[in-house]
Nanobody, 126 residues
Framework: QVQLVESGGGLVQAGGSLRLSCTASGRAFSTAIMGWFRQAPGKEREFVAAIRWSDGSTAYSDSVKGRFTISGDNVKNTVYLQMNSLKPEDTSIYYC???????????????????WGQGTQVTVSS
């Protein structure tokens, strides 16, 4: 059974920072790509950032580029999302996602991921 556990969400003022963490665990389980998505009430789930362990490449949505940084440890199947200069529009539930097999295409789509965490709430007050 594969499990993704997120932590680090909370309430922060605009301009502040938060760091999200996610660890994937499971018997004989390894990840090839890990990412973060977010979903606000009434909106579709949207891509935030992802990292591909094979070459260390990262990808970000335009809305967070320059403010958020994804990093992690592929041996520990752990990924972090450092969020700086937070804005009220960043308020959402943030989900960690993992893909167990290599993929060379666009890994910004939710359908590319096999496993999901339960989500952690991030609220940015103005």
């Amino acid at each position: 059974q594969v499990q993704l556990v997120e932590s680090g969400g909370g309430l922060v003022q605009a301009g502040g920072s938060l760091r999200l963490s996610c660890t994937a665990s499971g018997r004989a389980f390894s990840t090839a790509i890990m990412g973060w998505f977010r979903q606000a009430p009434g909106k579709e789930r949207e891509f935030v950032a992802a990292i591909r362990w094979s070459d260390g490449s990262t990808a970000y949505s335009d809305s967070v580029k320059g403010r958020f940084t994804i990093s992690g440890d592929n041996v520990k199947n752990t990924v972090y999302l450092q969020m700086n200069s937070l804005k009220p529009e960043d308020t959402s539930i943030y989900y960690c996602a993992a893909r167990s097999s290599f993929y060379s295409g666009n890994y910004g789509l939710p359908t590319r991921y096999d496993y999901w965490g339960q989500g952690t709430q991030v609220t940015v007050s103005s």
